[in-house]
């Protein structure tokens, strides 16, 4: 399957990409011009507004949390992020709890009932109120082309941390100064403790990752990058105008 992508890759007038990391990932893997690889982006929607409170009162959590929205999977490092959250509770005690939401099966370990805290698959409004509430939101998986997740976190003013073994989260946390990333369980305790001691980093580096969010992939962004790369393909596009975003 490798050698009909590399064709693919080679035989296309121009590739668009969602992140940066992801254009040199292509460039290096399929021996691509820069000018052939398009940094288009993705979008996302910028007008939910989360409700921390209503989250808190609904779910009954009370103090910091630890938040996952996606998949829950060993793709996505969750069974990882149980593990790394347990030893973290074991070894530095606190009243941290972790928060999961989405779709897939999970393992609590025993003890941790109570701190481990499965919510399933949540509605739309209530996943964003869930964001605004999180103390931190942690994306642990290594292999995104971008995190929606993490961009929608952001939106809400929440500061993120991110599996270092993740070229684009990383290169976002950079970018953005929105958040910190680990290698492996030793960093993992040390991002959460230097964090959850700084309240006012913490609103600073969220506040960071909403401008970044705002700037950046906001859709009529992402549509003026998409008609200008396909102008300069010699394909021009004409479209509805955008609706002003607020």
């Not at 973290?88 to 999970?106: N, T």
């Not at 403790?193 to 969220?206: A, I, N, Q, T």
């Not at 700037?215 to 105008?241: D, M, T, Y």
């Amino acid at each position: 399957h490798h050698s009909t992508t590399a064709f693919l890759m080679q035989n296309v007038r121009a590739l668009f990409c969602i992140s940066e990391p992801e254009r040199d990932l292509a460039g290096r893997l399929y021996r691509l011009p820069p000018e052939r690889a398009h940094l288009v982006g993705a979008g996302i929607d910028l007008e939910w507004q989360g409700q921390p409170e209503r989250f808190r009162a609904r779910r009954r959590i009370a103090g910091p949390f630890l938040l996952y929205v996606g998949r829950r999977d060993r793709y996505k490092h969750v069974p990882t992020l149980i593990q790394f959250f347990c030893a973290y509770r074991e070894r530095c005690g606190g009243d941290l709890k972790l928060v999961l939401a989405g779709p897939g099966p999970l393992h609590i370990p025993a003890g941790f009932v109570g701190q481990v805290v499965d919510l399933g698959v949540l509605s739309e409004q209530e996943k964003h109120d869930a964001y605004a509430a999180a103390t931190l939101f942690c994306q642990p998986s290594p292999l995104e082309s971008f995190s929606i997740v993490l961009a929608e976190a952001w939106l809400q003013g929440t500061p993120a941390l991110v599996n270092a073994d993740c070229a684009v989260t990383t290169f976002h946390c950079q970018q953005s100064q929105g958040g910190l990333y680990y290698r492996d369980y030793l960093e993992f305790e040390a991002c959460l403790d230097y964090l959850l001691e700084r309240p006012s980093l913490r609103e600073r580096m969220g506040a960071a990752g909403r401008t970044y969010v705002r700037e950046h992939f906001a859709w009529s962004n992402v549509i003026r990058r998409l008609v200008q790369s396909c102008a300069a393909l010699g394909f021009p596009l004409s479209p509805a105008a955008p609706a002003p975003e607020g």
